[in-house]
């Protein structure tokens, strides 16, 4: 779909406040900011993406972790990613603590301590050039 996908995603965005009380209409929403905020990141458009995958992760009810779990990871880590690359470092850490605390097995864990050590490793050889 290439770049259609990120218009189609920003004009369902634009009517966010109308399905908000819809659980159903804010997941299936929330998958297409996910595949809007991917498309971005291959196209390193990490602010654009950044963009799509917070607005994926503020439609998720409540209780995401427990009723979309898989979905909440894969949003999560995708928006640690986006917010990384695009120096948003504090968010990052936050979003990597978040599936830190609701990570359920070392698996789902494990690529956020992989992004958490390599980013504060590139922070600290930036600091010493």
Request: hydrophobic share 40%.
């Amino acid at each position: 779909m290439g770049d259609t996908l990120l218009v189609i995603a920003s004009q369902i965005n634009q009517g966010k406040g109308y399905i908000e009380k819809n659980n159903e209409m804010c997941i299936s929403m929330a998958m297409v900011n996910l595949a809007a905020g991917k498309k971005a990141i291959d196209s390193c458009r990490h602010k654009t993406a950044y963009s799509y995958l917070e607005t994926a992760l503020s439609l998720l009810p409540d209780n995401h972790w427990s009723s979309n779990y898989d979905l909440s990871l894969q949003l999560t880590f995708m928006a640690a990613i986006a917010a990384n690359s695009s120096f948003k470092c504090d968010e990052s850490e936050i979003l990597l603590k978040r599936i830190f605390e609701e990570g359920r097995s070392m698996k789902d864990k494990l690529p956020s301590h992989h992004l958490l050590v390599t980013s504060e490793c590139l922070g600290v050889i930036l600091t010493l050039t």
